[in-house]
């Protein structure tokens, strides 16, 4: 029987059969009584519920009605309901023996009181005597409703208590009323059962599906919620209305509303799995815990009742396939392994579940991508039109190591800020090459700096969390901020290289300018000894020299500090024996000392101008070298000269020679007209592409060029029968500025441009996403603030239920992308399409 099979379901997983007390079984005969009137009555037990039908001999006409009396005396036992056929003396004229019509009726009776009295023709078979007779015992436990309004006002009452079962049946009596009210019988004290014939009302209520010619029940979530003006989330069983199908989809209703697993998922078994149903795993990250989980619970509501849904930290599996992948795919069925995918929003997650044969398309097409991307990069073919994004693209598959790199998101940013002294953080966007190229660099900083007291290293994905990158007034990326308690941050502006990186950081740590007080303090510092921190630290410090009389000086000094924190290692020293320092160095307050070298040579320079922005300038010239070494890093603060370039080009280091007789010109430059520098080819190669573009073909070395790039753009060239000494370049140069010598080439006035225009990537995300116009989306980040139930059936306390439209349910969407759980900067990122692709 379907009761006795329930019942051991049901049991088997540690509840009670019954609803109440006087819905115990009680033992009775196989086969159903013949009593008398007087037998039957005086045999009545308080609480025990009995079916009786009164006759006083059985005519032709009622046959029928007895063998399916007899055929449901089995099922009424299951629920401690005894069926007895009482025979009526000849002479009985009692009330139910009596009248003819009597005789052509069933009577329920609890104990010695009449519950009901049912018309013979409306028990026509065992389905509907089971389902009629348990409709009326179970008067409290299944309301029954005809409009909206009753329904709405029993939603109402329930809202912040219970949770309830609506289910709609063509008629009572059907199989599909038997089987509501056999659940009912066992779930009615858990849940408030409500039942309707009314095909409009089961319209009103919401429901999409046309066909109004089969039984529909639909779980109502209305324990958590508390808006009397919206009606409680629904969840449609979409199977047959049978007893079993009931009580499998009430036992998903009940189940956690996302598991959170910390072991091997091959070892997790749900109640989605037993009852088979797939389970998907969510996998995430410590870091963008809160996210994950709003985003697990979104799917798990979308996929309520079709599959289950957990979330996993890859933090703790040691799992390589983890990182490689944000879901994972577990089937019930036996020996069927678990599929790793990459998905990028939480429709394909949905889709995957909905349409099975989207587990197989999805990863063939991942894997025709990998053969496709292999193949390219074997054949060398395919031809990027940006270097950083083709070395992206060709080093895609190395990981970078990013767990000395604290990921930031909306919930964790400021309060990490507030965890130490000094916090780096790097905004950067997932799919922009330069980003994943200096997060490269980031790693090799954070390698360097371990261990570093009061330093954190972190990160902030601005494509995840633009709300962030908005309010920090990140306009481009990368950027990179340093952010002090209390203090405002201060942002880098140099080159993206390790070393370069690694310096702003360090340099970051001591105030600018670090305030020193003795004359020993400041000799410290000149000598490279002080700040202790920076002790093993090679740099040119500045000293800036102040008395009372030149405060006017200090103060545009400490405000171009402030400009130039990260950047330099300024001191400054204003006492009353300042002028007694000054002296030292042959100056007088308002002075800088600068000291190079670790304190071996130390300048004195005046200051003769005081605005900030004219000290800001010049600390930064002075700063530059006389004769440097020129490389990528290092030009850039040299073109801001705006000065011609005086350039020996070396295959390797410069002899003695060399290096004196142009130091010699360098120093002896009138006012300071040209930047006198080398190039190493073998340090710096892009030195070869130079000479190219100078003189088509790379000349013999060492080579000495003088080029303006910002007036004419004319290159001449050294005579190589000269020998290169300061008299020989003294003599060319003054040919040159008397126009006597012919330039060797004229580089082209053109703007130097990408050979393809940028890609537009708001005008990409329109045509493609229109849901994604800037008129009309929302931010990833922003998120409800009200989280959903942990249990979708109401087992634990949560917040408020998010507001529904009256018709149908419009679940709030943490956002389309699966943002943190996304291996973004794992190696089966794609990155660095061409143009032509797009």
Not at 306 to 313: D, E, F, M, Q, R
Not at 329 to 346: C, M
Not at 719 to 747: C, F, H, R, Y
Request: glycine share 6%; proline share 5%.
């Amino acid at each position: 029987m379907c009761a006795a099979v329930l019942a051991a379901a049901v049991e088997g997983q540690g509840l009670h059969l019954g609803t109440s007390s006087h819905h115990s079984p009680v033992p009775v005969a196989d086969k159903s009584h013949e009593l008398s009137p007087q037998e039957y009555f005086s045999s009545l037990q308080a609480g025990r519920a009995s079916l009786a039908y009164f006759s006083h001999s059985v005519s032709p006409g009622a046959q029928p009605f007895l063998e399916q009396i007899e055929n449901s005396v089995e099922a009424l036992q299951d629920y401690g309901i005894s069926v007895v056929k009482v025979n009526c003396p000849k002479e009985d004229v009692s009330r139910y023996c009596g009248k003819e019509n009597t005789l052509r009726k069933a009577y329920l009776f609890r104990g010695n009181v009449l519950i009901r009295e049912f018309p013979t023709d409306a028990l026509f078979d065992v389905n509907s005597i089971v389902a009629n007779v348990l409709f009326a015992l179970l008067f409290n436990e299944v309301k029954y409703v005809e409009t909206l309004a009753d329904l709405q006002n029993i939603e109402n009452t329930l809202k912040g208590r219970s949770n309830m079962v609506f289910a709609y049946v063509q008629a009572t009596g059907t199989a599909e009323h038997r089987a509501v009210m056999e659940a009912a019988f066992v779930y009615g004290t858990v849940h408030q059962f409500v039942l309707t014939t009314e095909a409009t009302l089961l319209k009103d209520t919401g429901n999409d599906e046309p066909d109004m010619s089969s039984a529909r029940l639909l779980f109502c979530h209305c324990q958590w919620a508390t808006d009397l003006a919206q009606p409680c989330r629904r969840t449609a069983m979409e199977q047959p209305l049978t007893l079993l199908n009931i009580h499998r989809h009430l036992k998903l209703m009940g189940a956690p509303l996302v598991t959170e697993v910390a072991e091997d998922p091959e070892k997790v078994s749900t109640v989605h799995l037993q009852l088979g149903l797939p389970l998907v795993f969510i996998l995430s990250q410590k870091e963008t815990y809160e996210a994950d989980r709003r985003t697990a619970e979104f799917v798990a509501w979308q996929l309520l009742g079709k599959a289950g849904v957990a979330l996993l930290s890859r933090d703790l599996v040691d799992s390589n396939i983890l990182l490689r992948s944000n879901i994972a795919l577990k089937t019930p069925d036996e020996g069927v392994p678990i599929k790793y995918l990459v998905l990028e929003d939480t429709d394909e997650v949905i889709t995957l579940v909905e349409d099975k044969s989207k587990v197989k398309q999805i990863q063939e097409d991942e894997e025709e991508n990998e053969e496709d991307e292999d193949e390219k990069e074997n054949n060398n073919q395919d031809i990027q039109d940006d270097q950083v994004v083709e070395a992206v693209s060709r080093d895609k598959k190395r990981e970078l190591p990013l767990e000395q790199i604290l990921a930031l998101t909306e919930e964790t940013f400021h309060s990490a800020l507030l965890e130490t002294a000094r916090t780096v953080v790097m905004f950067y966007a997932s799919w922009e090459a330069v980003s994943l190229a200096v997060l490269r660099s980031y790693t090799e900083v954070a390698d360097h700096l371990k261990g570093t007291q009061g330093v954190l290293l972190s990160r902030v994905n601005c494509w995840d969390w633009p709300g962030v990158c908005t309010k920090e007034n990140v306009t481009q990326f990368p950027t990179i901020k340093i952010y002090e308690k209390g203090e405002r941050s201060v942002m880098y502006d140099g080159m993206w290289g390790t070393e370069e990186l690694t310096n702003f950081i360090m340099l970051s740590r001591v105030s600018c300018p670090l305030k020193l007080t003795t004359i020993e303090e400041a000799e410290g510092y000149l000598r490279g000894e002080f700040p202790p921190e920076l002790s093993s630290f090679h740099h040119t410090s500045v000293l800036g020299v102040f008395s009372t009389a030149t405060i006017e000086a200090k103060e545009a000094f400490e405000e171009a500090g402030n400009i130039l924190s990260g950047h330099v290692t300024m001191g400054m020293y204003f006492e009353d024996d300042a002028l007694a320092l000054s002296r030292q160095y042959a100056v007088s307050p308002p002075a800088l000392l600068l000291a190079r070298s670790g304190g071996r040579s130390v300048e004195g320079i005046a200051l003769s101008k005081q605005s900030v922005q004219d000290m800001v300038q010049m600390i930064r010239y002075e700063l530059l070298d006389i004769f440097p070494e020129i490389t990528v890093q290092n030009l850039p603060p040299y073109l801001q000269l705006g000065k011609p370039f005086l350039i020996l080009f070396s295959d390797g280091d410069i002899s003695q020679m060399e290096s004196e007789e142009m130091l010699k010109v360098a120093k002896r430059r009138s006012q300071q007209v040209f930047v006198a520098c080398w190039l190493n080819l073998k340090k710096t190669p892009v030195g070869r592409g130079i000479l190219k573009a100078y003189f088509a073909t790379v000349p013999s070395l060492p080579l000495l060029v003088w080029v303006n790039l910002h007036a004419g753009g004319q290159v001449f060239k050294f005579p190589s029968e000269q020998s290169i000494t300061e008299m020989n370049i003294l003599s060319w140069l003054e040919k040159l500025k008397a126009g006597l010598e012919i330039p060797s080439s004229t580089l082209s006035e053109e703007d130097w441009k990408p050979p393809l225009p940028a890609y537009d990537f708001l005008r990409m995300m329109e045509t493609t996403m229109p849901e994604l116009s800037l008129h009309t989306s929302h931010h990833p980040g922003e998120m409800p603030e009200q989280r959903p139930p942990e249990s979708p059936g109401g087992d634990t306390a949560v917040p408020k239920e998010p507001s529904q439209e009256n018709k149908a349910e419009k679940v709030v969407s943490p956002g389309r992308d699966l943002r943190g759980t996304a291996p973004r900067l794992a190696a089966r990122e794609k990155q660095g399409k061409r143009h032509s692709e797009l």
